[in-house]
């Protein structure tokens, strides 16, 4: 098509428009820590939104579309959210710290979480990730296997904690 027959106000339009964010087909499973953060994104996102809105003719327009966006988001997260509390278990189960070690006697201690929590630094390991599947419906003592990008890891369950 030749430009000359392209609406250039809507194709600028269309450019800025922020790309959704992507929901998991997975279930939303949180803890009640991983729900009052998500309610608290919610919460900040909505007051930083009134807040370029209050700005009026001074609002940073792309700001505000990628702020409704991700309100859009964390709105639909928290309206799937299914809380998972953490009770005493002989299996591993979502919001549970979990020890174990690998085959070199590493020891690494995690919690299981919903994603929106997950924050591998923190330990906050999210139930779907490869380490979180191998670890889910474990015992104590169980060998189960890690599959790793890098390759398969056995590991052996060593605690299992509500805290």
């Given at each position: 098509?030749?430009?000359?027959?392209?609406?250039?106000?809507?194709?600028?339009?269309?450019?800025?428009?922020?790309?959704?964010?992507?929901?998991?087909?997975?279930?939303?499973?949180?803890?009640?820590?991983?729900?009052?953060?998500?309610?608290?994104?919610?919460?900040?996102?909505?007051?930083?939104?009134?807040?370029?809105?209050?700005?009026?003719?001074?609002?940073?327009?792309?700001?505000?579309?990628?702020?409704?966006?991700?309100?859009?988001?964390?709105?639909?997260?928290?309206?799937?959210?299914?809380?998972?509390?953490?009770?005493?278990?002989?299996?591993?189960?979502?919001?549970?710290?979990?020890?174990?070690?690998?085959?070199?006697?590493?020891?690494?201690?995690?919690?299981?979480?919903?994603?929106?929590?997950?924050?591998?630094?923190?330990?906050?390991?999210?139930?779907?990730?490869?380490?979180?599947?191998?670890l889910l419906g474990a015992k104590?003592?169980?060998?189960?296997?890690?599959?790793?990008?890098?390759?398969?890891?056995?590991?052996?369950?060593?605690?299992?904690?509500?805290?």
């Amino acid at each position: 098509m030749s430009r000359a027959f392209v609406n250039e106000d809507n194709a600028a339009a269309q450019a800025d428009q922020p790309v959704e964010r992507q929901v998991s087909a997975q279930p939303n499973y949180v803890t009640p820590t991983g729900l009052a953060q998500l309610q608290a994104r919610v919460a900040d996102l909505q007051a930083l939104r009134s807040q370029q809105a209050a700005r009026g003719d001074l609002a940073d327009k792309q700001r505000i579309a990628d702020l409704e966006r991700d309100l859009r988001y964390f709105k639909q997260r928290l309206q799937s959210a299914q809380i998972v509390a953490p009770t005493s278990s002989d299996q591993v189960r979502i919001g549970h710290w979990v020890t174990f070690v690998d085959e070199q006697d590493h020891e690494q201690r995690v919690q299981l979480v919903g994603e929106d929590q997950a924050d591998a630094a923190s330990g906050l390991i999210n139930w779907g990730s490869p380490l979180g599947r191998a670890l889910l419906g474990a015992k104590v003592g169980d060998e189960v296997i890690w599959k790793r990008p890098v390759g398969d890891l056995a590991i052996e369950v060593v605690t299992i904690d509500l805290q």
